[in-house]
């Protein structure tokens, strides 16, 4: 099993910053890759960012440029940094992590993210 845990929500005003963390617990050494997704209200969750054991990274165009995911080689924690935040990107963000224990992966709990002026 392996367990999620997010931090670091909140809300921004519009080109704020913020960065989200998320500490993985448990069988880490079957984690392959970390990402996050998030959901907007009457949408459905989409990928954010992901970055592999190995270190590659891989980003949706919505946020490219503007946010970057880092974690660690022993896939225990991943940081989302977010820059230039625009109102579009209010949304519930959500841990994911890709593990060899488990086909649909684990999640954690959601942090929210709230850019309002």
């Known amino acids: 099993q392996v367990q999620l845990v997010e931090s670091g929500g909140g809300l921004v005003q519009p080109g704020g910053s913020l960065r989200l963390s998320c500490a993985a617990s448990?069988?880490?050494?079957?984690?392959?890759?970390m990402g996050w997704y998030r959901q907007a209200p009457g949408k459905q969750r989409e990928l954010v960012a992901f970055i592999t054991s190995g270190g590659s990274t891989v980003y949706s165009d919505s946020v490219k440029g503007r946010f970057a995911i880092s974690g660690d080689n022993a896939m225990s924690t991943v940081y989302l940094q977010m820059n230039s935040l625009k109102p579009e990107d209010t949304a519930v963000y959500y841990c994911?992590?890709?593990?060899?224990?488990?086909?649909?992966?684990?999640w954690g709990q959601g942090t929210q993210v709230t850019v309002s002026s």
């Open positions: 448990g069988s880490i050494f079957s984690i392959y890759t």
């Open positions: 994911n992590a890709d593990s060899s224990l488990r086909v649909d992966g684990y």
